[in-house]
């Protein structure tokens, strides 16, 4: 490639680190985030792990072969959760009274950057945030002592490589590596002002994979796996009540986080119509149960109990389809409906994360400005299943003491934009992949 293009892809890498640094204060809401493409969730990420958009390549990196030149995609999603919570009888603190919404808005940046070597080569990078949980409730509320306002942030950047074998066929390959940084506050008894808090920092590493067939001239399938992280997080327990049996001070903890294999198809049915399609499970029955431990290996405890996070998720399931319409050579509309099975169950569920299956519908939109520029635009509704909260006898995160009971009433509404640049300036215009080529 020329020295023009090599300035490009620097220019291109440093528009992207830029665009993170800037953003890097954003916090996402939910444990795991899957709002990394506007052009994903435009069809509620119906096909997205078969192409369509640079952004792609966070479900596989292979699709990085349908985009010629330096090229690339900077995204944001504005996430407006609503978690409503209402104590019901039968918990120990009803009078404390129940919870407005939980749910904190959140900004989610991601980043992608592509850059062909030649014919059937390609490098790429991209910057995400995978998973986050930001919640906030008062101090004094009926399930005081299973969730306070508490955070959780990763940062995760993959640098990938992609190869064209032939016509049909391409592959690609990347590694992860992740920062994280929680905070995780609970209520101890009855007592306003009486806490725990777990916070700390630390790195994990994984990688991801894939693979795009192209078996007839309007039919492309991609399978892209990203690869488990074993999270390990460093920090201090802190506790605002002198309580015996109690070990404050340094300690650590690791999350199992889940792997994830994406399928997606894209199938065109003429000039302008294309049909979508997306199969996902991600193994979040690997999480099980992180034991927080003292500097010496011992476990830490609160009045002589141990201290651990006993998630013990069951596998989740996405499923999706979607459209897509080419209305002009400037303008492309999508839209698309998803199901989503939650890894959390009633007998493990907790207010700090009610999550439950959900029901999604999404639109979306491509406007091509020209010089190698474009921008999309997508907004999504989530129907979460009525959810029911019972942490008593039987729930793994049931103090011993203290019993709560309670549903909540929860939807999400996501609005996302990128931008999107070829930097290299071609010759002659090359047309993004809108659909299968």
Same mark, same amino acid.
């Given at each position: 490639?020329s020295?023009?293009?090599v300035k490009s892809?620097l220019?291109?890498?440093c528009a992207l680190?830029?665009f993170?640094l800037?953003?890097?204060t954003a $916090?996402?809401g939910?444990?795991?985030?899957?709002?990394?493409?506007?052009?994903?969730?435009g069809?509620?990420?119906?096909?997205?792990a078969s192409?369509?958009?640079l952004?792609s390549?966070?479900?596989n990196?292979a699709?990085?072969?349908?985009f010629?030149?330096v090229q690339?995609e900077?995204d944001?999603?504005?996430?407006f959760p609503y978690a409503? $919570?209402?104590?019901q009888?039968?918990?120990t603190? %009803?009078?404390?009274?129940?919870?407005?919404?939980s749910?904190e808005e959140?900004?989610? +940046?991601s980043?992608?950057?592509?850059?062909?070597?030649?014919?059937?080569l390609?490098?790429g990078?991209?910057?995400n945030a995978?998973?986050?949980?930001s919640v906030r409730?008062p101090?004094i509320?009926?399930? *005081?002592?299973?969730?306070?306002?508490?955070?959780l942030r990763?940062y995760?950047?993959?640098?990938?490589?992609a190869?064209?074998?032939?016509?049909?066929?391409?592959?690609?390959a990347g590694v992860q590596?992740?920062?994280?940084?929680?905070?995780?506050?609970?209520?101890?008894g009855a007592?306003p002002?009486a806490?725990?808090?777990?916070?700390?920092?630390g790195w994990?590493?994984?990688?991801?994979a894939?693979?795009?067939l192209? +078996?007839?001239p309007?039919?492309?399938?991609?399978i892209?796996?990203?690869?488990?992280?074993?999270q390990?997080?460093?920090?201090?327990?802190?506790?605002?009540?002198?309580l015996p049996f109690?070990?404050?001070?340094?300690?650590?903890t690791?999350?199992?986080l889940?792997d994830?294999?994406s399928l997606?198809?894209?199938q065109?049915?003429d +000039?302008?119509w294309?049909?979508?399609?997306?199969v996902?499970?991600?193994n979040?029955?690997r999480i099980?149960?992180?034991?927080v431990?003292?500097?010496n290996?011992?476990p830490?405890?609160?009045?002589?109990?141990?201290?651990?996070?006993?998630f013990?998720y069951?596998d989740g399931?996405?499923f999706?389809?979607?459209?897509e319409y080419?209305?002009?050579?400037?303008l492309?509309? *999508?839209?698309?409906?998803?199901y989503e099975i939650s +890894?959390?169950t009633?007998?493990v569920r907790?207010?700090?994360?009610p999550d439950?299956?959900r029901l999604?519908l999404?639109?979306? %939109?491509?406007?091509?400005v020209?010089?190698?520029m474009s921008?999309d635009?997508?907004?999504?509704h %989530?129907?979460?299943r009525?959810?029911n909260?019972?942490?008593?006898?039987?729930?793994?995160w049931?103090?011993?003491?203290v019993?709560?009971n309670g549903?909540?009433?929860? $939807?999400?509404?996501?609005?996302?934009l990128?931008?999107k640049?070829?930097?290299? $300036?071609p010759?002659a215009?090359?047309?993004?992949s809108l659909?299968?080529?």
């Amino acid at each position: 490639m020329s020295l023009l293009s090599v300035k490009s892809g620097l220019r291109a890498g440093c528009a992207l680190g830029l665009f993170m640094l800037a953003s890097a204060t954003a $916090h996402a809401g939910g444990f795991a985030i899957r709002e990394n493409s506007a052009y994903g969730q435009g069809t509620s990420f119906a096909g997205i792990a078969s192409g369509g958009a640079l952004s792609s390549m966070f479900w596989n990196p292979a699709t990085m072969t349908q985009f010629a030149g330096v090229q690339s995609e900077m995204d944001t999603a504005a996430i407006f959760p609503y978690a409503n $919570h209402t104590a019901q009888a039968g918990s120990t603190l %009803l009078v404390f009274g129940s919870a407005d919404n939980s749910a904190e808005e959140a900004l989610v +940046p991601s980043g992608y950057l592509s850059y062909q070597i030649n014919p059937n080569l390609w490098l790429g990078m991209s910057f995400n945030a995978p998973f986050g949980l930001s919640v906030r409730f008062p101090d004094i509320w009926a399930g *005081r002592d299973y969730a306070e306002s508490s955070s959780l942030r990763t940062y995760n950047a993959s640098p990938s490589i992609a190869y064209r074998i032939n016509d049909w066929i391409s592959v690609g390959a990347g590694v992860q590596l992740e920062y994280a940084k929680a905070n995780l506050v609970t209520g101890l008894g009855a007592t306003p002002g009486a806490t725990t808090t777990i916070g700390g920092t630390g790195w994990g590493y994984g990688f991801t994979a894939g693979v795009t067939l192209t +078996p007839t001239p309007t039919t492309t399938i991609g399978i892209g796996y990203r690869s488990a992280i074993n999270q390990k997080i460093s920090g201090e327990m802190l506790v605002t009540a002198a309580l015996p049996f109690t070990t404050p001070g340094s300690v650590s903890t690791t999350l199992n986080l889940p792997d994830v294999i994406s399928l997606g198809i894209r199938q065109r049915l003429d +000039p302008r119509w294309s049909l979508l399609g997306t199969v996902e499970w991600t193994n979040w029955s690997r999480i099980g149960t992180s034991i927080v431990t003292q500097p010496n290996g011992a476990p830490a405890t609160i009045l002589g109990n141990n201290v651990t996070l006993p998630f013990q998720y069951k596998d989740g399931w996405f499923f999706s389809a979607g459209a897509e319409y080419l209305w002009s050579e400037r303008l492309a509309l *999508r839209a698309g409906v998803g199901y989503e099975i939650s +890894p959390i169950t009633d007998d493990v569920r907790t207010p700090r994360l009610p999550d439950n299956d959900r029901l999604w519908l999404s639109s979306g %939109l491509t406007w091509q400005v020209g010089g190698g520029m474009s921008f999309d635009l997508a907004y999504s509704h %989530l129907w979460v299943r009525d959810t029911n909260i019972n942490v008593g006898p039987g729930n793994p995160w049931f103090n011993g003491a203290v019993v709560y009971n309670g549903n909540v009433d929860a $939807h999400v509404d996501i609005l996302s934009l990128a931008l999107k640049i070829r930097w290299d $300036h071609p010759k002659a215009p090359v047309k993004t992949s809108l659909y299968t080529k």
